[in-house]
């Protein structure tokens, strides 16, 4: 009778999602992968996609849950979606270890078209890429997982419902491509500030004051830009940092040949340190483990993963009108989420949720202005 009863649940559940979705078979577009598919798992019946972010403390939580479901699921493939920065995504998937199938959707084509607005969020879908389920990933039980297999355990799923989808170049931005050793550059008439350092290459765009910011470590509001208002793009063939700035170093000085001139003006500062000893966030879910400090920035707020409390000061000093300087003793790594727009709601932030104790100061801050020779 209990069989009876939950087949004849699961069975409604299935109409009305049949029912609520409409019948459009969707794809899965992606622009890089990590860990190949093969081409069994791509004709596997059912797809299950998880979409995610390695900022996102709740997806981050539910993955043991998936995790377990894939061992016991013969039928099923499973992905997890996001439009992180690929090399965000190997250092998350290093640090906790795990080896699936992570797909990066940078131009969100398949978040648009799943209609994703908030995550975690996922899909089970069938061999043509119909929706036969949609909810959070821990709402997804083994019973009913194994249910749908039965369902479809016999039908060979289109690999077509997967579709790399690498954009092109925009050419029409491409000004000129040079070589010099190892060091590929572009001028553009726009570039974002981007830093990444994958595995075989680093690089590097932006405006010259945020490229000199990077050679030089200052942050961009205490430098001057008297040279140029170009932006440039460089790509770098291999992982030694040092060898990549100085590269950078000197084709900037033979294309722009510059002096970086420091002087010393009084500002008001916030120093901060710690009410008390405590450990405020060992206990917090959001810590995956040890890496170097990655952050993304919004239009309200920036997420910053393993990163310690100075590290999480210099970031905001850096991308923020505020200038912090961090005195405390806490050398932990933690993932954080400041709201930044507002002055007020950073402050009660800092001091009410993450219990920082901050003074303002007026202090002699260094001023650089750089400016050709």
Known sequence: MLKLFKFLLIFISLTLYSETFSQKNHKIYYNDKINNISLKEKQNPLIFIDFWATWCAPCIASMPHTQELQKHSEHVTFVYLTNDPEYKVQLFLKNKGYRFHALIDNERKTIDEFQVKSIPQSFLIGPEGEIVWKGKPTDMSLDDLQYFEEQYQNIEGDKNRFVLDQPQDNVQNRVAWKHRKQLLYRTTDFAQNIYQNNPDN???????????????????????????????????????????????????????????????????IWEVKEKTDEDFMSKEIFNFGKGDAQYLKGEIAIKIDNATPEQLFKILSQQTPYTFIYIGKNKNLYDWSIIYQNKELLINQLTNDLDFEIQEKEVPVKQYIFYKK
């Not at 990077?214 to 790509?235: A, G, M, R, V, W």
């Not at 770098?236 to 722009?256: H, L, T, V, W």
């Open 202 to 268: 680093q690089y590097l765009s932006g405006d010259l004051t945020y490229i000199f910011s990077f050679l030089y470590d200052i942050p961009e509001k205490q430098l001057t830009n008297k040279l140029s208002d170009d932006y440039l793009e460089f790509k770098f063939n291999g992982n030694d940092q040092k060898k990549f700035i100085k590269a950078i170093k000197s084709f900037i000085n033979k294309k722009y040949p510059y002096r970086l001139k420091m002087h010393t003006i009084t500002q008001k």
